[in-house]
């Protein structure tokens, strides 16, 4: 292994690792000085389920119409996802746990939830290019993120076999890009996992308070 | 910034109107002087105090659903103005809720400060961006929240039309049906401008009509009565256009064995304030009702047939003033559900023979929770109650919410998206769509004679007056 791997795998990484933590805890301070507001009217229902309902209806693609009548959108958005799971999972496993990938299953199947995402990442860049709905909208970060993506996805198939002498280079980029991506991160959209929980939070509170969240039929409610 | 690189050329743009501004600040309406209702002016610096009042007002719920968005474009397909105009893509609601994010992410947003030109960050300039935006976040949305539920990222794209809305009301670039009906409501306690003689006398010709169908002078549409178990409160349009709607509703309550009463102040139960964003309105509108209540120390409150009405007064209104609720609350067709469970009023289905499909109001299904009781009290009045698909939560704006009827410049617009509303009541084969909103009524009117359809609008309380057999 080179020292230039090796301090890329080690010391950046985790160099990388704090600094996306201290600013997503800067951005977490930056959310919460804005006012919230104090809801004062009596409950129809449950904000608590209200909440997990909307925290969780990612996973049930039935009870949202835009994923229940694209189901293949839907599809590539649970493998984009896979796939950067898996590559994050990875870029953890290589410098600390290498023993995992030495079974050549677990190898394959990590390359074929990232090869799959890297696919999907073009057909989605193909798409942000296609439809002129989704071009006007789209940012230069819409397009860097995504590409940026796509070239991770890559890096990763090919280093996940952890195989030094063979695959230095993808190695390198790999983990070059890991760390690029833990500083640039929470500055694009790429972070955007971060708000998920708040803005799914803020939503469910406000529907599971009124009895629209958990969305069911055949309910009885009295004025309240 | 050049505000030619404005990216808010929207599908309608039209001049702002301030006549009635003008004429409003002429006549030194009190309203005006005491600055509750805010109106332009040429000479300050708009784009600036625009700027700093979405600083100002920004909440966590706001910034967290601007700073959220991926442009991933999944809540085009959920929005009627997209699925009627597929080829313009300043149709789709991220496209217009980024108009109002391109100016967090300049002023208030991260990276956008620095590097505005790689996140697409942007400020007005002048007063020509902020009219275009009114035209974006006024006419080419209803707020119906139907991409809100469809986000898979929870982004409220109505709640930030609305924030928008707020801003450009306190800065009096409005389109003038806003500023009108805004005026009306600051004036006169009512959105429609009823004095208060027409409305006591309407009220009064209404309980002579009755006492004549029933035969029975006891009948009564009493006014200002304490300690009644509930206080009734409506929407204007009953006085001005629908008094039959009111009459429909005492003769239920009276063959009920209700104890009711209608305030003498404080009985319009709309709120224009949810339209314009007026926090300020929306919170002195409701409180009207609130204080009606405490006045007649009555046990609850029921909201007539009105889905903006029964959002701001039963949901919104409590917030907007900043008082707790103290009363419960409900929909007048709760209380008909009611009703008819207890065996405290009788139907016969056979009087409702025609086939009824229902419309869900955006405001009382998908912001208030309410979608089922409707549906049992037609069932028990109706031979024939056949759904729209989609339904509940997930059924389109019937095209004039949102405030839009009072918006006469982004009405061919509105028609031509209600295409897409018109195609999804033809479907049903109903010769009658029931709503529980009179909003709905006028927006679904609207539709039915634009497209040529073979039904008519009614109200769940027709349809359960009409079912009571003589």
Known sequence: ?224 | MSSKKSEARAAVMTPLATKSQEKAKEEKLGSVAEGRLKTYERKANNAKRFVALLRKRMTRQIAASLAACVHCGRCAESCHYYLARPDDPTMTPVWKADQVRRIFKRHVDWTGRVIPWWVHAWTPVDDEDLNRLKDVVFGTCSACRRCTLNCPMGVDTALIIRFARGLLTELGIVPEGVFNVSRDQWETGNQMAVAEVDYLETLQWMKEELQAELGDPTVDVPVDKPDCDFLYVINPREIKFDPRSIANAAKIFHLAGESWTLPGKGWDMTNFGLYSGDDSLGGWVAKNVYEAASRLRAKRIVISECGHGYRSTRWEGYNWAGVDQRLPMESVVVTLGRYLTEGRIKVNKAKNSEPVTFHDSCNIARSGGITEEPRRVLRRVCADFREMAPNRTENYCCTGGGGLLSMAEYRPLRLEVARIKAEQLRATGAKLVCTMCHNCVDGLADVIKHYKLDMKVVQVLDLVSRGIPR
Do not use: C
């Open chain 1, 1 to 224: 292994m080179s020292p230039l791997l090796k301090t890329l795998e080690n010391e950046v990484q985790i160099v990388a690792l704090l600094f996306m933590a201290a600013v997503y805890g800067l951005r977490l301070v930056w959310l919460f000085r804005f006012k919230s507001r104090k809801e004062r009217t009596f409950s129809e229902g449950k904000e608590a389920a209200g909440i997990g309902y909307s925290l969780l209806n990612i996973a049930m693609p039935w009870a949202v119409e835009s994923a229940r009548k694209k189901l293949g959108f839907y599809l590539q958005f649970v493998i984009f996802h896979l796939g950067v799971a898996a590559a994050i999972a990875a870029t953890f496993i290589i410098p600390y746990a290498p023993r995992v990938f030495e079974v050549m299953a677990v190898v394959r199947l990590f390359q074929v939830m990232i090869g799959a995402a890297f696919f999907v990442g073009l057909m989605r860049l193909f798409r942000r290019l296609k439809e002129p709905a989704i071009r006007l909208i789209s940012t230069a970060d819409d397009y860097a993120s995504l590409v940026l993506m796509v070239l991770f996805f890559a890096a990763g198939f090919l280093a996940v076999p952890n195989a030094y002498r063979s695959s230095e280079a993808a190695l390198t980029a790999f983990f070059a890009l890991t760390a690029f991506f833990l500083f640039y991160v929470p500055f694009s959209k790429i972070g955007h996992y971060l708000y998920y929980p708040f803005t799914h939070f803020f939503l469910g509170r406000t529907m599971g308070h009124r009895g629209v969240y958990p969305i069911k039929r055949g309910e009885k409610r009295e004025g309240r």
